[in-house]
């Protein structure tokens, strides 16, 4: 079992920064990946990135460029690092994490592969 904590969230104008966090507590086998999805409202779940433990990364198109995920494996630990935000990048992040990682492209299948979901962190973008 593994418990995923995020903080971090908050809100920020237009072209700001914001860092996520997400803690992962429990088994770290079961936690070699993690990563991040978004949902806004009325939308379905967006894959944003992923992580594993050997340091492999990837993004959804819509954020690359712009967003940098990180993980500690010491702590386990993962952070989302936000830059250039924009209007469409307003929802509820959710830290997610398995033991591997889905192959990219991101797809709907995203957020099904991952067994372990943090409640979420509230992000939200204004002009």
């Known amino acids: 079992q593994v418990q995923l904590v995020e903080s971090g969230g908050g809100s920020v104008q237009a072209g700001g920064s914001l860092r996520l966090s997400c803690a992962a507590s429990g088994d770290h086998n079961s936690a070699d990946c993690m990563g991040w999805f978004r949902q806004a409202p009325g939308k379905e779940p967006e894959g944003v990135a992923t992580?594993?433990?050997?340091?492999?990364?990837s993004y959804a198109d819509s954020v690359q460029g712009r967003f940098t995920i990180s993980k500690d494996n010491t702590e386990n630990r993962a952070s989302l690092k936000m830059s250039s935000l924009n209007l469409e990048d307003t929802a509820m992040y959710y830290c997610?994490?398995?033991?591997?990682?889905?192959?990219?492209?991101?797809?709907?299948?995203?957020?099904?592969?991952?067994?372990?979901r943090g409640r979420g962190t509230q992000v939200t973008v204004s002009p």
């Open positions: 992580v594993d433990s050997d340091g492999t990364i």
């Open positions: 997610v994490a398995d033991e591997t990682c889905p192959p990219p492209p991101f797809g709907d299948r995203f957020y099904r592969w991952f067994r372990y």
